[in-house]
């Protein structure tokens, strides 16, 4: 892909843009990201462009490229054209999806279901129901201890969740 803004060679003093967002998180391929104000990209054209960009606004989108210059790239809605912001003006909401957290502890919901409390500070169930989910190992002692350390993909990583209640002490 190909930009043709800022059109100098070389970076221009202060890029690359750090790509973080207004509160420090950081910005990766594939993250999705809320875009706060299209007023960079919005500049100087237009009115009827100033007014498709301003609709994104308030809009999650995910990150398709970051360039050299630091700027986020996203695909518009109809994908004819794509547009870039800076990086301050959007904010994390997920990170790229595929965020994988190791299992720290087990403990028992309500219903005597087995739930992994991950390192990332979220739980998630761990249930052993044939032939859905094959666990076997999650239904003995030597099994759980056996799983500790191990690597789950935590959706709830990939959708910026807050974390879940600590596991109650044993
Ligand atoms: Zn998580």
Known sequence: MTT???????LPPGFPLAAVDESGRPIVVGAKVRIESVAS????????????????????????????YGM??????GGSSNF????REVSVVAGASGTKSRIASFHQDEEGHWVAHLECGH???????????NRPWVTTPEGRQGAIGTLLECKKCGEGAPPDA????D
């Open 41 to 68: 990209c919005a500049h100087g054209l237009p009115p009827e462009d100033q007014a498709r960009l301003r609709c994104y606004e308030g809009k999650v989108f995910p990150v398709l490229e970051i360039d050299r």
């Open 123 to 133: 739980n998630q169930h761990t249930r052993h129901q044939p032939p859905f989910v």
């Open 72 to 77: 986020i790239w996203f695909r518009s809605d």
């Open 84 to 87: 870039s912001l800076k990086p």
């Open 4 to 10: 043709d803004w800022p059109p100098e060679k070389k």
């Open 166 to 169: 600590a596991p109650p002490p």
